[in-house]
């Protein structure tokens, strides 16, 4: 019998993630692919959704947890609809990040790892991503913006805020 | 003389992706119809070993040496796997993505043709989170190749199989570690294995497993059609092909390009790159990533490969180089890599889990002004602890002490500076 304390998974979320198992020797090898697929559907992985993703594995929450938090792009916490990954690594750094995460921080008021009170943005560091040669970057979402600068986020954020409207 | 470019030849100017129909129109797939039903798996692994082929992903061992420790004949009974590491992190490194972008089925017909060659039956391209439009153009060039019979059941009519996935990440650098990647494919925390057993023995699953990077992989679908002596000779040096080359910092023309192994980085630098910006003097530079040790000026006129690089004292490693110019603090520049590092060692050992955080640190207060004359000893203790290969459990901590080690070899006065005049030269975090 289900605990009824442990939200059952959707069953959208449990055919993707049995896509996953159908091609793995085990079901805990897809761990870290259940954890994304959930997120993808809920934004974050909150305890109940990790012990949901557990029950489903069999795997214990405790083991689930050791995996989750290890990885810094699946998120235990939660996050404002569009996660802000701000290249802080050398190239970026060289062609001014620092800069770009204080206008971004004015901007939104937030610093690195906090959410912006509209629950909009969340604003975290990443490592390289890859894109040097157009630094500074980040991705907001999916998206890759680069060549940073104040007129480019200006753009970013003003398109992004009429979209909305 | 045109320069011939296996790797870019679908490259595109404005990036958008080669598909199927215009990589075969491109002379696509030809490797793979040359190989499969008319070379026996022991022919191919022979012209890769021919073609001197090296590891792309930083490290340079041989890539047909590496294949042939898989079991073949008396193999147990079970799966192989080929696995691409698509896992772009090394800070200043970018050339990967440009090959995933651009011409995905290149990546494919190169992986299909490494799988054949150790008799592989699952193949994966493990690519970073970020990636998302690369896992995409890959998800779908899979598909069109299973639809057209280059992926599956009895590829080209042989009696050779195989099925490929993405698996993408949830991030970390670690991952990119092969061994690391291994846990991480098995659904576990990405930390490095013990070795040996090597993986290509005992892998995932504990199963025989390749790992290679996209740029190794890319390489092989040209090798087998056209043969390991024009690969050779497409190099300057005693290294063989051509690499991708990247330079990003104050440079005019920051970008990646396919050049002959061994092009001069004096070359690289002033012709493809541009040379430095205006009002930019070039001080130093990490010629192949974050976990290189710098180079100078002096050492301009070297060829860019494995062994040239090596005897300056640096590495190649992924060959895009990181320009320090001299309106950028030394310090700060060390200090954001110790700080990268720091922040993605995976915790497992304890000389990369408290020694990196540690040393930036101490890197840190020198940046800041609080330094102290010890804090060089310091320094130099962890470069000699940390810094040597068995001490820590990977290759990621003296990867990290590399960049400090040269750095305070040739950049020494910048870092008394700092310590004796309580502030950095350059203030404002380092950069102008």
Request: proline residues 6%.
């Amino acid at each position: 019998m289900q605990s009824p304390l442990i939200p059952n998974l959707s069953d959208q979320e449990i055919s993707a993630i049995d896509n996953e198992i159908a091609h793995a020797p085990c079901r805990a090898a897809v761990a870290i692919d259940a954890l994304k697929i959930v997120q993808s559907h809920r934004g974050w992985v909150s305890d109940a959704s990790l012990q949901a993703i557990a029950r489903h594995l069999h795997m214990s929450a405790a083991e689930l947890d050791g995996i989750a938090t290890f990885y810094n792009l699946i998120f235990r916490r939660p996050v404002g609809e569009q996660v802000i990954l701000l290249c802080n690594s050398i190239t970026c750094w060289i062609k001014g990040a620092s800069q770009i995460q204080q206008q971004i921080s004015a901007r939104l008021h937030i610093g690195l790892g906090e959410t912006s009170a509209d629950n909009q943005y969340t604003l975290l560091p990443v490592t390289c991503l890859g894109a040097c040669d157009r630094a500074p970057v980040m991705l907001v979402g999916e998206q890759l913006h680069t060549h940073l600068d104040d007129a480019a986020l200006e753009l970013i954020f003003r398109s992004r805020e009429e979209a909305e409207e | 003389m045109s320069l011939d470019r296996p790797l870019t030849r679908n490259v595109r100017p404005d990036r958008t992706p080669t598909d199927l129909a215009a990589y075969e129109a491109n002379g696509g797939y030809q490797g793979l119809r040359r190989a499969l039903g008319k070379l026996v798996p022991a022919e191919c692994l022979q012209i890769i070993k021919d073609s001197n082929l090296r590891g792309r992903g930083g490290a340079g061992f041989p890539t047909g040496m590496k294949w042939s420790f898989v079991p073949m004949e008396n193999a147990s009974p079970g799966h192989k796997y080929l696995v691409c590491n698509a896992d772009e992190m090394e800070p200043g490194t970018f050339k990967d993505r440009l090959l995933l972008e651009c011409d995905p089925h290149q990546l494919i017909e190169g992986m299909i043709l490494a799988a054949y060659t150790i008799q592989a039956d699952i193949a994966y391209i493990f690519i970073r989170a970020e990636y998302h439009l690369a896992a995409q153009l890959l998800r779908e060039a899979i598909a069109a190749c299973n639809a057209k019979g280059y992926l599956g059941e009895n590829i080209l009519g042989s009696d050779y199989s195989l099925t490929m996935h993405v698996h993408t990440s949830a991030g970390r650098y670690i991952c990119g570690e092969e061994t690391a990647l291994i846990n991480s494919l098995e659904g576990k925390r990405a930390t490095p294995r013990a070795k040996p057993p090597f993986p290509q023995v005992s892998g995932l699953w504990g199963r025989p497993t390749i790992v290679n990077n996209v740029e190794t992989l890319c390489n092989i679908p040209h090798i087998i059609e056209r043969g390991a002596d024009w690969f050779q000779a497409l190099g300057l040096t005693a290294d063989a092909g051509t690499k991708m080359y990247g330079v990003s910092g104050r440079v005019k023309n920051p970008g990646c390009w396919e050049l002959p192994m061994g092009t001069p980085i004096r070359e690289i630098l002033m012709e493809y790159a541009g040379g430095m910006e205006d009002g930019y003097q070039l001080r130093g530079f990490l010629p192949g990533g974050g976990s290189t040790d710098f180079l100078t000026p002096e050492h301009l006129d070297l060829a860019m490969d494995y062994d040239t690089i090596g005897k300056a004292g640096s590495r190649m490693g992924t060959g895009t180089m990181i320009i320090l110019d001299d309106k950028t603090c030394p310090v700060g520049f060390v200090t954001n890599l110790m700080e990268f590092f720091a922040r993605e060692s995976c915790g497992f050992c304890t000389p990369c889990r408290d020694g990196l955080p540690w040393s930036a640190q101490v890197l840190n207060d020198i940046e800041q002004g609080r330094g102290l004359p010890e804090d060089l000893h310091t320094l130099a203790r962890q470069v000699t602890f940390i810094g040597a290969i068995g001490n820590t459990h990977c290759a990621l901590a003296p990867g990290a002490m590399e960049p400090l080690a040269s750095g305070l070899k040739y950049f020494r006065e910048d870092f008394e500076r700092h310590i004796s005049g309580g502030h950095c030269p350059w203030c404002d975090g380092g950069v102008n």
